[in-house]
T-cell receptor, first 113, second 112 residues
Framework: GQSLEQPSEVTAVEGAIVQINCTYQ??????LSWYQQHDGGAPTFLSY????GLEETGRFSSFLSRSDSYGYLLLQELQMKDSASYFC??????????????FGKGTRLSVIA | DTAVSQTPKYLVTQMGNDKSIKCEQN?????MYWYKQDSKKFLKIMFS???????INETVPNRFSPKSPDKAHLNLHINSLELGDSAVYFC???????????FGPGTRLTVL
């Protein structure tokens, strides 16, 4: 079977750093993505890792270790607007942009003052 | 300009009815998807279309029938609605060799 494991909830203080981990077990692996979803909203793309290492985009970074089937999303300088659900997702059927994503169950991040 | 749009945003209906959800993307993408998000926020692929052709059909009851009249549109028709169909349905699109899927705003379906 296929599974992606991530914590269900995380709480962090405004201005702090938080790391959301994701481990995966899938039949194929063609990259790990992260999506953000605010309550009542649509998932929006944050980052993608196809190769091992760290990808940085502003306050957000994402890391992948294929040998460990593990990745994480790092959010720095947390802001109240970062309160949302964060999903890791694996593309398990191919590299090209016509294969669906397998999503984890999401981590609900609450940022408190 | 909305990249991926869906109508309606909310849909409340009785068990046994037939309903449709429409999706359109103006990004010029070849691939479109339907995902279902249940009450626990679990997102699961239902269908994948590439250039109007069905690529992937996950284990979805055949009461669900997608239709793609052209590559910018992917509609979802649901027959004989059941209580368990209540969920948020998201349409998404993606370009070839892309790493980013663009999601529509979702359609919240409630079956009474």
């Amino acid at each position: 079977g296929q599974s992606l494991e991530q914590p269900s909830e995380v709480t962090a203080v405004e201005g702090a750093i938080v790391q959301i981990n994701c481990t995966y077990q899938t039949s194929g692996f063609y990259g790990l993505s992260w999506y953000q979803q605010h309550d009542g909203g649509a998932p929006t793309f944050l980052s993608y890792n196809g190769l091992d290492g760290l990808e940085e985009t502003g306050r957000f970074s994402s890391f992948l270790s294929r040998s460990d089937s593990y990745g994480y999303l790092l959010l720095q300088e947390l802001q109240m607007k970062d309160s949302a659900s964060y999903f890791c997702a694996v593309r398990d059927r191919g590299w090209s942009g016509n294969t669906p994503l397998v999503f984890g169950k999401g981590t609900r991040l609450s940022v408190i003052a | 300009d909305t990249a991926v749009s869906q109508t309606p945003k909310y849909l409340v209906t009785q068990m046994g009815n037939d309903k449709s959800i429409k999706c359109e993307q103006n990004l010029g993408h070849d691939t479109m998807y339907w995902y279902k998000q249940d009450s626990k926020k679990f997102l699961k692929i239902m269908f994948s279309y590439n250039n109007k052709e069905l690529i992937i059909n996950e284990t979805v009851p055949n009461r669900f029938s997608p239709k793609s009249p052209d590559k910018a549109h992917l509609n979802l028709h649901i027959n004989s609605l059941e209580l368990g169909d209540s969920a948020v349905y998201f349409c998404a699109s993606e370009g070839l060799a892309s790493n980013e899927q663009f999601f529509g705003p979702g359609t919240r379906l409630t079956v009474l």
